[in-house]
């Protein structure tokens, strides 16, 4: 009988030794490199939606920061660019007073040719030393995409279709005085970006 060298056994051995490890080590690092998980793939094997790449709320705050270097910067021209014309600067109505008289809609907008005439009024010293200020108690989500009051309704027209809209509100101590005051600034999302659609104060911009 012919008996193969010991020798060449312990070479065989040794050579599939080092194939099944040299497996394993290739094994192993194709498992702890996952292929990037497709949003279709996340929907199917978990059935939830993956999140947007820009939120609502993201365009938002994109827009607020560079509307605030306009206010910072008392850049009217820029403030401008911020701006869906014909803004609204009536004070703000609720549905009991559309129930109970007469609201004129339209006359506290202001159009395009007409802003400089009101930026001062709008963008009053307050409002330059107070929105710099502003943090998340400031910032309100309006009643989401199902909004009762008839105010932001109306600003509601002509924003992009099932959009969000956001606001800005501060109050803040009358000068030599105790009572309080207060503006804000509505944003709505008009062809994809978010602008100032509406603004309100204590005092009236038009009359």
């Given at each position: 009988m012919y008996?193969?060298?010991?020798?060449?056994?312990?070479?065989?051995?040794?050579l599939s030794l080092a194939s099944c490890g040299n497996r394993r080590e290739k094994e192993k690092q194709l498992s702890s490199t996952a292929?990037?998980?497709?949003?279709?793939?996340?929907?199917?094997t978990t059935g939830g939606t993956p999140p947007s790449i820009s939120t609502d709320e993201q365009k938002f705050r994109t827009a607020f920061s560079g509307f605030l270097q306009a206010v910072e910067?008392?850049?009217q021209e820029l403030a401008k660019s911020f701006i869906r014309f014909p803004?609204?600067?009536s004070r703000q109505w609720t549905n009991e007073d559309l129930k109970n008289g007469n609201i004129n809609k339209t006359a506290g907008n202001i159009d395009a040719n007409e802003f400089a005439k009101y930026y001062p009024k709008i963008f009053h010293?307050?409002?330059?030393?107070?929105?710099?200020?502003?943090?998340?108690?400031?910032?309100?989500l309006i009643g989401g995409k199902k909004i009762e009051e008839d105010y932001y309704k109306t600003l509601q027209q002509g924003t992009d279709p099932d959009s969000e809209l956001f606001e800005v509100s501060m109050q803040y101590p009358e000068k030599n005085s105790a009572a309080e005051s207060y503006f804000t600034f509505v944003f709505g999302r008009v062809q994809g970006e978010y602008k100032v659609i509406g603004y309100h104060g204590k005092l009236p911009v038009k009359g």
């Open positions: 008996l193969t060298p010991l020798w060449f056994c312990c070479l065989l051995a040794a292929l990037p998980v497709q949003p279709d793939s996340v929907a199917q910067g008392d850049n803004l609204q600067t010293a307050d409002v330059k030393r107070l929105l710099p200020e502003a943090d998340e108690e400031n910032f309100s």
